[in-house]
Structures are given as C-alpha cells and as structure tokens.
C-alpha cells in the first residue's frame, strides 16, 4: 500500500492448464476477455484498458520496458489493475496510492495516467531501479506490509508489457459484446479523440464515426484495442490487419488500411 506499512491480501496466482486468468482465477479465456498471443495470461477489458495506459505513460516518457513490467506487477498486486473507489484507509486507484500520504488528491489518484505518472516518478528514484529484484524496487516506492507480494506478478507483468509495447502484429487481442452505442457519435468521437490524444498521439476526428492516429505503430493499434471497449470501438485497422470485438484480429492482405484507424459504434 502506498505511503504506510499497510497490508493487502497477498493473491494467489492460479495457473490451470494453459490459462493464467489475474481476475477469475482458473476460468479459461472466454469472450469479454483479452488474451496475450504465445502466453498464458488472460485479462479483463478492464485490466486490459488499464495496462494499456501504464504502458503508454511510461513509454512517453522514454522509459526502458522494465519500468512497464515493474508498473504493472505493482498495479497487479495492488489494486488487480482496476482503478478502485477505496482501499485501506485512504488508499485510492490503480496503485492504492494515499492522497493523506502526499500522492495527489482523490481525484487525481484515481486518474490512471496521473497515478502512473506518480509511481514512475518514484520508481526512478531508486537506486538501481531498472536492474534490481522487482519485489525489492517496487516495495522501496509502495512500502507495502507484504514486501515479498509483487514478485509473483513479474511473469504476468512481463508478458504483458512484452505485448503493449511490441511492434508484432497482433501480440494483444480482446473480445466482448458491443453495448448498444449511447450518445451522438459527433460527441463519442470527440471523446474518444481526448483519450488518444492524452495517452496514444495525435487524432483527427474524421466523417461517420471514425478517428485516425497519426505515426501510430503497433503499441499503439494495441492500445486502442485494449480501450476498444470503454471506447465502445467496433473495429481498430492497421495495416493490413483488422481487429473486431467478435472476432480479434484478422490479417487482410492486399487491404491496407494506411494508417491506424478507429471505428465507433454508429
């Protein structure tokens, strides 16, 4: 917990066959989950959207990925990468940061690129952060009462981070089915492109439910489709490949799409 010696739970990692599921623990991969090609680790949209935004901030900040999977592990065993309400006493947000302790307000602490931010900013102020034991650097910024508890999580962290920040086609997928849109589409675009440009470059809000990024890569086609569901997003292009929350991705060769392109739900 962050700013007190105050403890969590310490969560038991399930591995069951081929599935490491980090919320139901033992459930194979199932729609509404995303999944890490070539690994066992399964998701929710949620945790998903969130690691994506770790990712991004500490990518923006030029950060080796070590900072990714160090970030990660600790939002695991924290909060399981879900941007909650409450917490021990104080405790707020992905990282169960203390607004009592100096971290940000309650409001800031539950936004997730400010509390990144604020992580990061502890985390390269320890000596040695990026080659030492992940248990050891990230208890020197949380000061958890469980010291040893996110070193069950580097695996998972390490996969994931591996996937959010790859320029491989298709390391990350997910699946869920699309809500009913809710609101114009002329206002959904607009917000969406505030997301992107907070967090994955720079929009162009375009005709018919459709935002273009621009000098966008992988990391951040993965992004999108990570987010695709609070984003309500009904298809994410790429190259030549095209992903869709009912299938995942699908190469289209021959059909590319010139750029990063992001479609809502109309």
Request: one cysteine or more; aromatic letters at 6%.
């Amino acid at each position: 917990m962050a700013g007190l010696w105050a403890p969590l739970l310490v969560v038991v990692v399930a591995v069951v066959g081929l599935s490491w599921d980090t919320d139901s623990q033992g459930v194979p991969p199932v729609a509404g989950r995303c999944t890490v090609a070539g690994s066992p680790v399964t998701v929710t949209n949620e945790q998903a959207a969130n690691a994506a935004t770790i990712a991004a901030v500490a990518r923006s900040r030029g950060l080796p990925a070590r900072a990714t999977v160090i970030a990660l592990a600790t939002a695991q065993q924290e909060s399981r990468l879900r941007n909650l309400s409450y917490g021990d006493r104080d405790s707020l947000g992905l990282f169960q940061q203390r607004p009592s302790q100096g971290w940000g307000t309650p409001e800031q602490v539950q936004d997730p690129v400010y509390a990144t931010g604020k992580f990061l900013d502890g985390l390269v102020e320890v000596p040695g952060w990026d080659a030492g034991r992940l248990t050891e650097v990230a208890q020197a910024v949380q000061r958890s009462g469980f010291p040893e508890a996110y070193q069950q999580w580097e695996e998972m962290g390490t996969a994931l981070a591996t996937a959010l920040l790859t320029d491989t086609p298709a390391a990350l997928s997910c699946t869920f089915t699309p809500a009913d849109a809710a609101g114009p589409v002329d206002a959904r675009s607009a917000a969406v492109a505030d997301v992107v440009r907070r967090e994955a470059g720079s929009p162009t809000v375009l005709p018919d439910g459709v935002v273009s990024v621009a000098a966008a890569g992988w990391p951040e086609a993965t992004w999108a489709v990570a987010h695709a569901q609070n984003l309500q997003l009904t298809q994410v292009r790429f190259g030549e490949w095209t992903w869709t929350p009912d299938i995942g991705w699908q190469q289209n060769t021959g059909q590319d799409a010139g750029g990063l392109l992001l479609q809502l739900a109309v």
